[in-house]
Nanobody
Framework: QLQVVESGGGLVQPGGSLRLSCQAFGFPLMNYVISWFRQAPGKEREGLLCISRTDYKINYVDSVKDRFTVSRENNKNTAYLQMNNLNVDDSAVYYC???????????????WGQGTQVTVSA
C-alpha cells in the first residue's frame, strides 16, 4: 500500500522549534524529490523548500530562509522539515509532497502527506 505519513506538528511558542517528518510506505523515497508546502486558512498552498534526489536544496520563499531546513534519510524512507525561530505567521497546515521534479506549485506531485497542523502562539 502506497502511503505518506506526516508527523511532528503541534503548538509552539514564538521563537520555538519543531521538526516535521514525512515517511513513505510502499515505495522508495530515494527515487523522488520531496517538497514541503503549507496552507494557512483562506490562503493558497505555498511551496517552501525542495530537496532533490542528490540532496540539492531549493528554497522558494524568503520568509523561511535561514530558519527552515529540509533533509532526508533514505535508509529510513523519511524526509524532515526542521523549523527554527517560529513566528505566528508560520501557523498553517504543513504538507510534504513527493514527485519527480521540484516545483513551488502543488500540481505535478505524485504523493502527498495528510498534513500536520503547526500553531505558533504565546
Amino acid at each position: 500500500q502506497l502511503q505518506v505519513v506526516e508527523s511532528g506538528g503541534g503548538l509552539v511558542q514564538p521563537g520555538g522549534s519543531l521538526r516535521l517528518s514525512c515517511q513513505a510506505f510502499g515505495f522508495p523515497l530515494m527515487n523522488y524529490v520531496i517538497s514541503w508546502f503549507r496552507q494557512a486558512p483562506g490562503k493558497e498552498r505555498e511551496g517552501l523548500l525542495c530537496i532533490s534526489r542528490t540532496d540539492y536544496k531549493i528554497n522558494y520563499v524568503d520568509s523561511v530562509k535561514d530558519r527552515f531546513t529540509v533533509s532526508r534519510e533514505n535508509n529510513k524512507n523519511t524526509a524532515y522539515l526542521q523549523m527554527n525561530n517560529l513566528n505566528v505567521d508560520d501557523s498553517a497546515v504543513y504538507y510534504c509532497a513527493i514527485g519527480a521534479y521540484c516545483s513551488a506549485y502543488p500540481r505535478g506531485y505524485d504523493y502527498w502527506g495528510q498534513g500536520t497542523q503547526v500553531t505558533v502562539s504565546a
